[in-house]
């Protein structure tokens, strides 16, 4: 029976498990969990408040082009990918609230191709993704043919993409429940959530198997929430003036 806003969860044995996302995982004091993987060769964390002007933006753009930055070598994509897709999370980073939006803002289906934004504040990264590569595989192989800088109604700059460094985040370890009916945003989700400790948290991530991105819709430290998933919708078109 399902239950709405209610965990049912079964415990099972876990030996091994893998799921690939995008950036590195961090606890809200700053340090990696133990279960979190890296991400390859691109930004992770959270949107740079730093870059709030025109000025500071055009320097970040000559950084990329310098190649001292680099975007990202995979972007975590989900199994049915469309266009106008919103994924939201707010995730608090060394007690800042973040929120991390992505779009997928068209899908050239013959060409199995994504066209990807992350929403950094005053400017957009954008990722031209092949939709060939296996999940299990995106992290360590990658799967961005091209990464993209602009901001909104700017036609994207292109940039140099980064090599990808890991296997991608793993819950090897961890204890594994399965959980269903758990509504967010009108929305429900299944999946798996993975507990494990690190020094004396307690950490939990709630998976959703029909999730976006990244997948996780909720996350807690010895109880308090620090990543939740906060949109959700299929209506939202990109923001950059692609030249499809």
Same mark, same amino acid.
């Given at each position: 029976?399902?239950? $709405?806003?209610?965990?049912? #969860? ?8 893998? #799921? ?10 700053? $340090? @990696?969990?133990? #279960? ?13 408040? @730093? ?6 933006? !055009? ?12 975007? +990202? ?10 266009? =106008? ?14 929120? +991390? ?17 992350? @929403?950094?504040?005053?400017?957009? !990264?954008?990722? +031209? ?10 992290? !360590? ?12 109604? =700017?036609?994207?700059? +292109? ?7 890991? /296997? ?9 429940? @399965? ?11 299944y999946g798996t959530c993975y507990t494990w400790t690190e020094g004396a948290?307690?950490?939990?991530? &709630?998976?959703?198997? /029909?999730? &976006? ?32």
């Amino acid at each position: 029976m399902k239950m $709405k806003l209610a965990l049912i #969860c079964a415990a099972v044995a876990l030996t091994a498990a893998a #799921c690939a996302t995008e950036g590195s995982s961090t606890t809200s004091s700053g $340090k @990696d969990p133990a #279960c979190a993987g890296k991400s390859g060769g691109g930004e992770s964390g959270a949107p740079d408040a @730093d870059i709030n002007d025109e000025d500071s933006y !055009l320097k970040l753009v000559d950084e990329y082009k310098s190649g001292k930055r680099q975007g +990202e070598a995979y972007v975590p994509m989900h199994d049915v990918v469309a266009g =106008w897709q919103r994924w939201e999370v707010t995730k608090t980073i060394q007690g800042k609230k973040v929120v +991390e939006k992505w779009t997928v803002a068209k899908v050239l289906t013959r060409q199995f191709t994504a066209f990807v934004e992350r @929403d950094m504040g005053y400017y957009h !990264l954008g990722y +031209e993704v092949d939709l060939k590569v296996p999940r299990a595989e995106q992290a !360590l192989k990658g799967n961005v043919r091209r990464a993209f800088i602009g901001r909104e109604g =700017w036609e994207p700059r +292109e940039i140099s993409v980064g090599k990808p460094s890991s /296997n991608g985040k793993n819950y090897a370890g961890a204890r594994a429940e @399965d959980f269903e009916g758990l509504t967010m945003h009108k929305r429900e989700f299944y999946g798996t959530c993975y507990t494990w400790t690190e020094g004396a948290i307690e950490i939990r991530e &709630w998976v959703a198997g /029909n999730g &976006w991105f990244e997948k996780v819709i909720k996350r807690t430290e010895n109880g308090a929430v620090t990543a939740e998933l906060t949109g959700i919708n299929g209506e939202t078109k990109g923001r950059l003036d692609w030249k499809w």
